[in-house]
């Protein structure tokens, strides 16, 4: 049951959004009640936040496998520019819209909290590079604050246009210049 109503969640958000697509749709389409749901999420806040976290769990994946390469640091920094650009879940994050609906509805201190962690995310897989003698002058919450300027920068893409791609390598290796 839950599945299916994530799997939903992750139809609508490369549809209308995940903001634009009533309890009802999500329900029907995950072949639930309305009450059915209610069991399983407060909200569907709650729901796009659980479907968030996943995304989270396999980027964070993808991210410790980029740092086995032979240029660890370069490998991260791109890899965090490219999947906020191109991750189908994260396109909840790329529009304002949906980023300001889903802020606007966490609890106190949720988004604090999920600053945090990922600050001590990074600070762990910086602390792994570390330890295989690559040079990192970032901190966890540096690195992880990487990610909010690749939100950014994909939120005013159009404002790059066709220069997107070489504004990013310029980051990244202005970046490595500095940090790495």
Do not use: N
Not at 42 to 53: D, F, G, H, Q, Y
Not at 59 to 64: G, I, S, T
């Amino acid at each position: 049951m839950e599945h299916a109503l994530k799997q939903a969640a992750r139809e609508a958000l490369l549809g209308s959004g995940l903001r634009r697509t009533p309890i009802d749709a999500l329900t029907r389409a995950a072949g639930i009640s309305k009450g059915s749901f209610y069991l399983l999420f407060p909200s569907k806040e709650a729901l796009a936040v659980a479907v968030l976290k996943e995304a989270e769990t396999t980027l964070r994946a993808e991210l410790d496998a980029a740092a086995e390469g032979p240029e660890p640091l370069r490998a991260v920094l791109e890899h965090v520019f490219e999947s906020v650009a191109t991750h189908p879940m994260l396109a909840l994050l790329r529009d304002p819209e949906e980023l300001a609906w889903l802020t606007r509805s966490l609890p106190a201190g949720a988004l604090d909290a999920e600053l945090a962690d990922d600050a001590a995310w990074f600070g762990g897989l910086i602390e792994r590079l570390r330890a295989r003698g690559v040079r990192v002058d970032l901190t966890g919450e540096e690195l992880a604050g990487i990610g909010g300027v690749a939100l950014a920068i994909e939120q005013g893409r159009g404002l790059l246009g066709p220069a997107r791609d070489a504004v990013v390598r310029r980051i990244v290796d202005g970046l490595l210049a500095v940090a790495g």
